[in-house]
């Protein structure tokens, strides 16, 4: 069995701006620039059969490159904080590429991806981080805008079964092309 997910992977300079502003959240557990990565679609557990399927389904898919940019930081969770996260600046290319990606992989047979999509790399996982912890980390970091980069690919990784994912392992990549 394999843990899925197909994301866009971050530019080095992208994930170093990233990397400058984890710091001040006890409870954070932060994300390595390894681990960094723009989630357009998490798949689960597969097995071998349904993994090639997926990557021959992603192999369909024509899109041109991304012009993207991380804007803001937020956290899920609300009173009870479990993650915090960078934004992506509003961009239709990117909600139209994962809508092809999804259904794609409903067409091969997966269930639909329940939650709405929220475009945002995770930054820090939290366990027992105050509310007000949280809340002073947004209020210094919460305008971050990353530079502007393009995405020429998007990638389908595997990862092991564990909390918080890692280490991930490049499966496949597909080209974003004109």
């Given amino acids: ?9 971050l530019p080095d300079e992208v994930t170093a701006s990233l990397a400058l502003i984890q710091a001040g959240v006890p409870g954070a557990r932060w994300q390595t620039r390894e681990q960094m990565h723009l989630t357009l679609r998490f798949i689960g557990e597969v097995d071998g059969r349904d993994a090639a399927a997926i990557d021959d389904a992603l192999s369909l898919i024509s899109a041109p490159p991304l012009t993207l940019q991380l804007k803001g930081v937020g956290e ?11 934004g992506v600046a509003a961009n239709d290319a990117l909600l139209h590429l994962q809508r092809k990606i999804e259904t794609a992989l409903q067409r091969i047979g997966l269930e639909a991806e329940p939650r709405k999509f929220t475009p945002h790399v995770t930054l820090a996982r939290l366990h027992d981080a105050s509310s007000q912890d949280v809340a002073d980390y947004l209020s210094v970091r919460g305008y971050f805008p990353s530079k ?3 995405a020429s690919r998007f990638v389908l990784f595997s990862a092991r079964a564990s909390t918080g994912g890692g280490p991930y392992v490049v499966e496949d990549s597909y080209a974003l092309s004109a």
């Fill in 1 to 9: 069995m394999m843990r899925l997910f197909v994301a866009i992977g």
């Fill in 76 to 86: 899920f969770g609300g009173k009870n904080p479990r993650a915090l996260w960078a």
């Fill in 148 to 150: 502007v980069f393009t």
